[in-house]
T-cell receptor
Framework: GNSVTQMEGPVTLSEEAFLTINCTYT??????LFWYVQYPGEGLQLLLK?????DKGSNKGFEATYRKETTSFHLEKGSVQVSDSAVYFC???????????FGSGTQLTVLP | GAVVSQHPSRVICKSGTSVKIECRSL??????MFWYRQFPKQSLMLMAT?????????EQGVEKDKFLINHASLTLSTLTVTSAHPEDSSFYIC???????????FGPGTRLTVT
């Protein structure tokens, strides 16, 4: 079956630090990959996505590259801000059922 | 575009009562809606998938008689928690997608507290 493994948190960084949150996956076929962000008390917002190997998704300074050879989709940002504090979920979509498989989530706290 | 709303955002009910949560797609037709449950500091657990006009497909371990899902129109799905108990307290999130798009658009979630 499909699965997503995310780097365990919590992650605490100082403002302007470099961020990496690791994500690896197991899936049949060729999944689409996503990063979602959840701010406290809110639902999920799509942060970025990639639909095929070597695609790079990017948004708001965040980037992730779909690496088929390492089955990874690591999230990176060069300089985090306090407003980036949230929980980040890696997810994949595979198969005709169109159901998302989520990772466990990584809590990020950015300190001023 | 692609906005999904949920109502209410928070609800407190007494044990034994039923509560209904609405999920609406505001600017698109949602042929498929998904209902998730999220426990504190945990990931989302898919409860069921509903297609407009059809019965919902429940995930293993989810009681269909307890969590009633109705997807009567292309813009509205409802989740009714029947005879709620304190262990049903959770954050419930819906998402919606269209027939031509695999992407899911998430609602803001509903915090249910059963006392």
């Amino acid at each position: 079956g499909n699965s997503v493994t995310q780097m365990e948190g919590p992650v605490t960084l100082s403002e302007e630090a470099f961020l990496t949150i690791n994500c690896t996956y197991t899936a049949t076929g060729y999944p689409s990959l996503f990063w979602y962000v959840q701010y406290p008390g809110e639902g999920l917002q799509l942060l970025l996505k990639a639909t095929k190997a070597d695609d790079k998704g990017s948004n708001k300074g965040f980037e992730a590259t779909y690496r088929k050879e390492t089955t990874s989709f690591h999230l990176e940002k060069g300089s985090v801000q306090v407003s980036d504090s949230a929980v980040y979920f890696c997810a994949l979509l595979s198969g005709s059922a169109r159901q998302l498989t989520f990772g466990s989530g990584t809590q990020l706290t950015v300190l001023p | 575009g692609a906005v999904v709303s949920q109502h209410p955002s928070r609800v407190i009910c007494k044990s034994g009562t039923s509560v209904k949560i609405e999920c609406r797609s505001l600017d698109f037709q949602a042929t498929t809606m998904f209902w998730y449950r999220q426990f504190p500091k945990q990931s989302l657990m898919l409860m069921a998938t509903s297609n407009e006009g059809s019965k919902a497909t429940y995930e293993q371990g989810v009681e269909k008689d307890k969590f009633l899902i109705n997807h009567a129109s292309l813009t509205l799905s409802t989740l009714t928690v029947t005879s709620a108990h304190p262990e049903d307290s959770s954050f419930y999130i819906c998402s919606a997608s269209t027939s031509g798009d695999y992407e899911q658009y998430f609602g803001p979630g509903t915090r249910l507290t059963v006392t």
